[in-house]
């Protein structure tokens, strides 16, 4: 039964991890520099999940965090001091790929899998109570 703890306890902390790359897109869905100044749009990270514990054991966790390939979106905002200042694009400015729309969402679904998973530790808990009381 103790088991059954470490596997929802993995499955907790991935959750977690997809929960913090999710609220680093949304927080960074207007962002168009990056953290050394250079003009370039924040480019969306997403989580991979992997089956197991990472050292063998069953339950869940992070594979990878990985960067979104498809492109930026586009804006008309002459006025905006990162715009395309030359080309076909002039005026226009880059935007991250990030779709707070589908933030969202996934945002939900990792925060019920979240929820899940506590339930879980908290049957298995009962559980265990409930055997240690028969022992004693």
Do not use: C, W
């Not at 680093?24 to 962002?31: D, L, P, S």
């Not at 990056?34 to 063998?56: C, H, K, N, W």
């Not at 992070?62 to 804006?75: G, I, M, N, T």
Request: proline letters at 6%.
């Amino acid at each position: 039964m103790i088991r059954a703890l470490d596997i929802s306890s993995s499955a907790v902390s991935a959750q977690r991890i997809r929960l913090d790359v999710i609220a680093g897109n949304i927080a960074n869905a207007q962002t168009t520099r990056q953290e050394d100044g250079t003009i370039a749009p924040y480019r969306r990270r997403f989580v991979t999940l992997m089956s197991g514990d990472g050292q063998g054991g069953p339950g869940a966790h992070v594979d990878s965090v990985e960067l979104d390939p498809s492109p930026f979106r586009l804006k008309y905002d002459p006025g905006h001091p990162d715009r395309i200042r030359s080309g076909p694009s002039t005026g226009y400015v880059q935007l991250p790929n990030v779709n707070t729309t589908l933030e969202y969402v996934d945002a939900l679904e990792a925060s019920r899998a979240y929820e899940a998973n506590i339930s879980m530790m908290n049957v298995t808990r009962g559980m265990v109570q409930q055997a240690l009381r028969l022992l004693a």
